[in-house]
């Protein structure tokens, strides 16, 4: 067990076929911390997300205890029409929920409760930089058999979306080439990456917030120059003008305000 105790959150909508795996996945990560609270944030579905929630949170049901221990948020505001919206506005509550109750908690982990999430958990790299790996980073996502996320990924010279260049494909060879030469236990610095599974240090990272607009101003103009460089001429126009993925502007925040250090693992947890 790791010294320290941990927010587990994660966001629902439609998830009802991945559920029960991604819970199971969930209590192995809760079994490494002294304490936990899983925080759900659930937007209106189809199917029976909302019934499975509900179950997970009464097997997890303790009277004596003065905390729940699975909490769930369900929204009731319209929903928005881009996808990522919604998504970010959720993350939101998650934290707004951790400002609230458990900003005392050393670490908080979003994790994506859908398909991404159901291997079964690999628990070693996670114990490893949680103990003699612990200093390394501030934030760390993880590598997966193929590294699916590169809309979130940002890691110079790729410093920008990809959704907002014609060539946005490179930034996967790119970053397949660097874990593919990275020694193991050995961490790759990165302004942006997720890949369905982040632990952060709360102090770090409480103070942000997941914005999914498209935040030029949280990125040193002189990167776009260099990105432009190896990926052609950013667009801003049309839908891209509306959206970006909503992580890289709460990665950049901590960046920016509180020097945070956030890292890729070359080991898959998933």
């Known amino acids: 067990m790791v010294k320290g105790k941990c927010c587990i959150c994660g966001t629902v909508k439609d998830c009802g076929p991945y ?3 991604v819970f199971q996945n969930i209590e192995r990560i809760r079994s490494l911390f002294s304490d936990s609270v899983v925080i759900l944030s659930y937007d209106n579905s189809s199917d029976n997300s909302l019934e499975l929630l ?12 003065e905390q729940d221990k699975v909490i769930i948020h369900i929204n009731t505001d319209p929903m928005s029409e ?30 994506d409760c859908d398909l991404v999430s159901t291997p079964d958990v690999n628990l070693e790299p996670l114990k490893h930089y949680l103990t003699d790996g612990l200093n390394d980073w501030d ?27 014609k060539d946005w494909k490179a930034w996967g060879p790119f970053i397949e080439n660097i874990i593919r030469n990275t020694p193991p236990k050995t961490l790759i610095p990165c302004m942006s ?3 369905g599974f982040g632990i952060y240090k709360t102090n770090k990272y409480i103070n942000c917030f997941y914005d999914p607009t ?29 959206v970006d ?26």
């Open 19 to 21: 559920l029960e795996k």
């Open 54 to 65: 509900k179950k997970y949170q009464a097997e997890n049901m303790d009277m004596y205890l």
């Open 82 to 111: 881009l996808r990522v919206h919604n998504i970010a506005k959720a993350r939101n509550k998650c934290l707004d929920i951790i400002r609230s109750n458990f900003v005392s908690y050393d670490y908080f982990i979003m994790i």
């Open 139 to 165: 934030g760390l996502t993880f590598n997966k058999q193929n590294y699916y996320d590169l809309w979130a990924l940002s890691k110079f010279p790729y410093s920008y979306s990809c959704m907002h260049f």
């Open 193 to 195: 990456s997720f890949n």
């Open 214 to 242: 498209l935040r030029l101003d949280l990125i040193p103009k002189h990167l776009l120059a260099a990105n432009e460089k190896v990926a052609g001429p950013i667009y801003t126009q049309g839908k891209a003008a509306l």
């Open 245 to 270: 993925c909503e992580h890289r502007s709460f990665h950049l925040m901590a960046i920016n305000q509180n020097g945070a250090r956030l890292r890729i693992a070359p080991e898959i947890v998933f």
